[in-house]
Structures are given as structure tokens and as C-alpha cells.
């Protein structure tokens, strides 16, 4: 039984895009505009349980804050490809400088609406022990 019709994503395009046009975006006007472009208007960003933010100018500044406060040659490297169904996807990745040690790994969780990403939530792994 098919209920309704279900638009075909490419999960693991969109998902890179949103790690690599704003995750590892350091201008934020460049940034912005990828955010404008991939983001609903009313897209959320769940950051941890506690910290969240709306619309396209707080997910920007969001992003200036957590990129200000990595090491500039740092970046976000997916670790496999994005795998999704029934508009949600999800990306395991790692972040660190290209030569040096990786310095967190998480995952996102993005839910998409018409082909836009609407919420996002970032989960961190826990450090090794």
C-alpha cells in the first residue's frame, strides 16, 4: 500500500551539500546564500537538547559561532554516504584538520520538505575513552 506520493532525494548529494556549503563555509555571505538555497525558510537546527535555532539568519550565525571556535584549517568530512527514506536522512561525519588527529565524529538527522532541509539535528559521539 503507497500512501500519498513520495518525491525521490538523492540523500547523499543534499546531505554533502549541507556539510560542505555550510558546514565548512567560512564566509558567511557565501554560507548564507546556501543556507537560503537548501534551507526552508523556517528550517531548525538542534544543536544539543537544549540549544536550537530558527530561520535562516540564526542557523547562519549559529554556524559563525561553532566555526570560530575550531582551528581554521578544521573541517567536516562525511564518513560514508548520506542514507535516507521517507524524507529523512541521516550522515555520519568527522571533524578535524586534514593532517591532523580528528577531533570530534557525530552525525546529522535532517528532515526534509519539498526537497529543502526543515530540521536538523547534530548529534556528537561521546569521546574515546
Keep these: 500500500m503507497t500512501i500519498g506520493h513520495q518525491e525521490s532525494l538523492d540523500y547523499d548529494r ?3 551539500e549541507h556539510l ?5 563555509e567560512r564566509d558567511s555571505n557565501t554560507r548564507l ?8 525558510d523556517d528550517a531548525t537546527l538542534y544543536e544539543s537538547a537544549d540549544s536550537s535555532v530558527q530561520g535562516h539568519l ?9 566555526l570560530s571556535s575550531l ?3 578544521s573541517t567536516f568530512t562525511p564518513i560514508g554516504p548520506a542514507v535516507g ?12 584538520s586534514p593532517d591532523g588527529p580528528v577531533g570530534v565524529t557525530g552525525m546529522d ?4 520538505v519539498n526537497g529543502r532541509i526543515h530540521s536538523t539535528y ?3 559521539d561521546p569521546p574515546a575513552a
Design 109 to 112: 538527522v535532517i528532515h526534509f
Design 58 to 66: 540564526a542557523i547562519n550565525q549559529a554556524v559563525d559561532a561553532l
Design 20 to 24: 560542505t556549503r555550510v558546514f565548512n
Design 33 to 40: 546564500k546556501a543556507i537560503e538555497e537548501i534551507y526552508a
Design 85 to 96: 527514506h521517507h524524507g529523512v536522512g541521516r550522515l555520519c561525519w568527522q571533524s578535524g
Design 14 to 16: 543534499l546531505m554533502r
Design 122 to 124: 547534530v548529534f556528537l
Design 71 to 73: 582551528p581554521p584549517a
